[in-house]
């Protein structure tokens, strides 16, 4: 009878911690799943902000493109 009673409690035991231990990895999964959504989600930001197009209001003015002399062979 007494070897019955450990023996019910120690099983009861063991499949307590594996329930545990088995909460605890789908937690993990579940917290690792929603830091890898978190990672896509910003890098699918930071392309979405790369894409956005940048207008700009004016003429245009090649100034700053106009060579001042024209090239020659350099003195030494």
Same mark, same amino acid.
């Given at each position: 009878?007494v070897?019955? @009673?450990?023996? =019910?409690?120690?099983?009861?035991? /063991? !499949?307590? *911690? =594996? ?5 605890v990895? /789908? ?7 929603? #830091?890898?959504?978190? @990672? /896509?989600?910003? #890098?699918?930001? =930071? *392309?979405?902000?790369?894409? !956005?197009? /940048? *207008?700009?209001?004016? %003429?245009?003015?090649?100034?700053? #493109?106009?060579?001042? %002399? %024209?090239?020659?062979p !350099? %003195?030494?």
């Amino acid at each position: 009878m007494v070897i019955s @009673v450990v023996m =019910v409690i120690s099983v009861v035991m /063991v !499949i307590s *911690v =594996v329930m545990v231990i088995s909460v605890v990895m /789908v937690i993990s999964v579940v917290i690792v799943a929603a #830091m890898i959504l978190v @990672v /896509v989600a910003a #890098m699918i930001l =930071v *392309v979405v902000a790369a894409m !956005i197009l /940048v *207008v700009v209001d004016g %003429e245009w003015d090649s100034d700053l #493109m106009k060579q001042l %002399e %024209e090239p020659s062979p !350099i %003195e030494q």
